[in-house]
């Protein structure tokens, strides 16, 4: 039940560490943490004249507390789907994506966008459908996984399908947003390209939105910065300040959204009026052993099936004091959402409701809970 964030990899600076001190500026006299810069453009005479190409020193926090967690270089966007755009783009028409079955709307939604426009094909395959996504390597232009994925959070076999061989032009992206870079560095694991929604864990306060991708190759890093500076994708001064101020906290807040969540799931597996609990850290999920040998901590969201239909897990939406029905995930508030009734997501169970855990006392977010699901009538 222990949190195992503690995992990383020799040879880099611990993750919480790197959190709290990377992205500062060094030299005697400057302000401790850095303040948001209000600049579009800059005194000519070094490579930095305009903001939207050349970045400024606020994103450039951001985008190296990030590159150094995931050890690669980071690349910061105006919000998650700016970033996941901006890997898209990389695309040369007649493209063909996969994507997985239980994926983020606003990515299927993208790529649906451009099937309909004719710019490229896509096809979908289960997240855990390890031979599949190994099969479908050998001829994809983009692979996009999503593991944890939301909201069925199964857990893809990551390091099995980077493995397999792919055409040399074809990209592999992961959404890290579910995991985080503290439980899961995509990069490592193979992929080309590991995307997360900084709106999610790095703010964490519910209160800006920004996206990031991250990559080694540098001819990689270049062209989605290029797509960001002629798409005009740029993060905005005050929410990078704000999510590198974010970041600083976020080992702590993770660590015990973390364990809440793993006794929230370990109780609700046991409720009467719950039908079934995902949450990839109980030995009882379908991809537990994965969750187990890829992820450093099992993550703060959980997905449970109120006993009943749609208007009994509304009923337990309502009911609830402490826990905010709200939708978005990975900040310090507990925040809960019936999901099927999001559109483009009515195929999911229609009592299916994602509690996102946040970092209030376990046993208020158990007794608002265990109240709600006891009210939610039969
Ligand atoms: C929120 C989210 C996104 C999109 O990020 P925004 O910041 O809302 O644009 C993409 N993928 C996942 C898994 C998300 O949760």
Redesign the pocket.
């Known amino acids: 039940m222990s949190s195992r964030t503690d995992k990383h990899p020799a040879g880099l600076a611990a993750a919480e560490s790197l959190l709290v001190a990377a992205g500062r500026d060094r030299h005697p006299g400057a302000p401790l943490n850095l303040p948001p810069v209000l600049a579009s453009n800059f005194i000519l005479g070094t490579a930095r004249t305009y903001a939207r190409g050349d970045g400024t020193p606020t994103w450039e926090a951001l985008e190296e507390i990030v590159g150094r967690l995931e050890e690669g270089r980071c690349v910061a966007f105006a919000?998650?789907?700016?970033?996941?755009a901006a890997v898209f783009d990389q695309l040369r028409a007649g493209s063909r994506i996969v994507l997985p079955e239980d994926?983020?709307q606003?990515?299927t939604g993208l790529a649906e966008a451009g099937r309909q426009k004719g710019l490229w094909s896509v096809s979908r395959l289960a997240v855990d459908d390890t031979d599949g996504w190994i099969r479908a390597a050998a001829d994809a232009d983009l692979l996009w996984l999503?593991s944890p994925?939301?909201p069925l959070l199964v857990v893809a076999d990551l390091r099995a399908i980077c493995a397999a061989s792919r055409k040399p032009s074809a990209l592999l992206a992961v959404?890290n947003?579910?995991a985080t870079s503290l439980n899961q560095r995509p990069l490592e694991l193979g992929a080309d390209l590991s995307?997360?929604?900084?709106?999610?864990f790095i703010g964490g306060h519910s209160d800006l939105?920004?996206?990031l991708v991250t990559v080694k190759r540098d001819d990689l890093f270049a062209a989605v910065r290029r797509s960001r500076e002629l798409r005009g994708a740029t993060p905005g001064a005050l929410e990078s300040f704000l999510a590198v101020r974010g970041a600083r906290t976020m080992a702590l807040r993770l660590e015990r959204a973390q364990s809440n969540a793993m006794i929230l799931a370990e109780r609700l597996g046991a409720h009467p009026a719950v039908a079934r609990t995902r949450y990839p850290g109980l030995p009882t999920h379908p991809t537990h052993a994965i969750a187990r040998a890829q992820l450093m901590g099992y993550g703060t969201i959980i997905s449970f099936d109120v006993r009943g239909d749609a208007v009994a897990a509304d009923k337990v939406c309502s009911h609830l004091r402490l826990i905010q029905h709200a939708t978005?995930?990975?900040a310090v508030e507990s925040t809960i959402e019936r999901r099927a009734g999001i559109h483009g997501q009515e195929h999911l169970p229609p009592s299916l409701l994602r509690l996102s855990v946040g970092i209030e006392n376990v046993e208020d977010l158990w007794a608002d809970l265990d109240a709600a699901l006891q009210q939610r009538g039969l």
């Open positions: 919000s998650g789907m700016a970033g996941v994926c983020y606003g990515v999503e994925s939301n959404d947003t579910f995307f997360q929604s900084a709106t999610k939105l920004a996206g978005s995930l990975g």
